[in-house]
Nanobody, 126 residues
């Protein structure tokens, strides 16, 4: 079983930056990729970014390309999401997720992930 713990959320003004962290514990060797998703009130959960543990290949949702950067520290079993040039539309609960090694479903798909964190709130004010 894999446990995920997000941190780093908070309140920031538009144009500002935040860095989210996600620490994985438990059976992390059974996972091959990590992802960040977000869900705003009244909206569906949206793919933000994904990264493979091996090789570090990354993917991004269209709405965050050029502003957000995902990275990982394999030794610390931690994934980061650096968010720059934040906009009010980025306000959401951000979730970290882990994809099992047994799946080849694309990292951008919500159903690729079996393990989810509790989420961290990011609020961007005008």
């Amino acid at each position: 079983q894999v446990q995920l713990m997000e941190s780093g959320g908070g309140l920031v003004q538009a144009g500002g930056s935040l860095r989210l962290s996600c620490v994985a514990s438990g059976g992390t060797l059974s996972t091959n990729a990590m992802g960040w998703f977000r869900q705003a009130p009244g909206k569906d959960r949206e793919f933000v970014a994904g990264i493979r543990w091996s090789g570090g290949h990354t993917s991004y949702g269209d709405s965050v390309k050029g502003r957000f950067t995902i990275s990982r520290d394999s030794a610390k079993k931690t994934v980061y999401l650096q968010m720059n040039s934040l906009e009010t539309e980025d306000t959401a609960v951000y979730y970290c997720a882990a994809r099992p090694s047994s799946t080849v479903v694309a990292v951008a798909r919500e159903d690729a992930y079996s393990y989810w964190g509790q989420g961290t709130q990011v609020t961007v004010s005008v």
